[in-house]
């Protein structure tokens, strides 16, 4: 299929296939637009780039499990890509995720098919997508930049997370782990694997590295 002079290019990058699908389908009957591709995840972005300038609707869930490395790739790997991220919850520690992974902008679980429309024309324009609630959430953050504040980078880790994150750090093995929780070895595994990503870390031994640095404290 070819694209329509003027039309905007879009990928789709969503976990779920049901939500992927509507998600095309509801863009594809608004003028002047083009799904190109759907995505599961960054990898299937990277597999399979669209050519040209385009915009990558993405989901926050499934920029999580990405991971922040693997997301910042795509800015270096997909130049001419202007991400836009969706799905994002109403609070700072979310907005303020989007603008560290370089999203051109975001739109709040609360938005409306009009609202998601309009930031897609919006981002296509080159201009910067924020909603009245996001821009409240972006200058108190720039205002606690300027008063010194330190924000260390959001984990979003669950109260489970947490849990197991502690434990981590005082060196327990998944095996340890499950029998102080009750839990399967292979579901802390599990845990463990989505804890590395969520802090952009590699190994178990970077998460004690990360305690030591002080650049992390511990759970409460």
Same mark, same amino acid.
């Given at each position: 299929? @070819? ?7 879009l #990928?789709? =990058?969503?976990?779920s296939?049901?939500i ?8 594809a009957?608004q003028p002047?637009?083009?799904v190109a591709?759907?995505? &599961? ?19 926050? &869930?499934t920029?999580?499990q990405d991971?922040?490395s693997?997301l910042? #790739? ?5 130049p001419?890509?202007r ?16 603008v ?6 975001c ?6 098919? @009009?609202d ?6 919006? =981002?296509a324009?080159g ?9 409240t959430s ?6 606690g930049?300027?008063a010194?504040?330190?924000? #260390?980078?959001?984990?979003? *880790? ?11 750090? @005082? #060196?327990?093995?998944?095996? @340890? ?6 839990l399967?070895?292979?579901t802390? /595994? ?5 804890i *590395?990503? /969520?802090l952009?870390l590699?190994s178990r031994?970077?998460?004690? /590295? ?8 511990p759970?409460?």
């Amino acid at each position: 299929m @070819e694209q329509e002079p003027g039309s905007i290019l879009l #990928g789709v =990058v969503h976990a779920s296939r049901v939500i992927r699908d509507s998600t095309v389908a509801m863009l594809a009957v608004q003028p002047a637009m083009r799904v190109a591709r759907a995505y &599961a995840t960054a990898v299937d972005v990277m597999t399979e780039p669209i050519s040209g300038p385009h915009i990558l609707l993405y989901d926050l &869930a499934t920029a999580r499990q990405d991971g922040p490395s693997r997301l910042m #790739g795509l800015h270096a790997r997909l130049p001419q890509a202007r991400l836009l991220m969706f799905n994002v919850m109403d609070d700072d520690q979310a907005i303020i995720e989007c603008v560290r992974v370089g999203a051109s902008g975001c739109v709040l679980q609360d938005a409306t098919v @009009e609202d998601l429309v309009a930031a897609i024309r919006s =981002v296509a324009r080159g201009t910067p997508h924020s909603s009245p609630r996001v821009i409240t959430s972006l200058f108190s953050y720039v205002a606690g930049l300027q008063a010194g504040e330190d924000r #260390g980078p959001p984990s979003n *880790l669950t109260p489970r997370e947490e849990q197991i994150l502690q434990f981590l750090a @005082e #060196g327990l093995s998944n095996k @340890e782990i499950a029998q102080q929780l009750r839990l399967r070895p292979q579901t802390v /595994k599990n845990y463990v694997h989505l804890i *590395l990503q /969520k802090l952009d870390l590699r190994s178990r031994l970077d998460v004690i /590295k990360l305690f030591r640095s002080g650049r992390r404290s511990p759970p409460s």
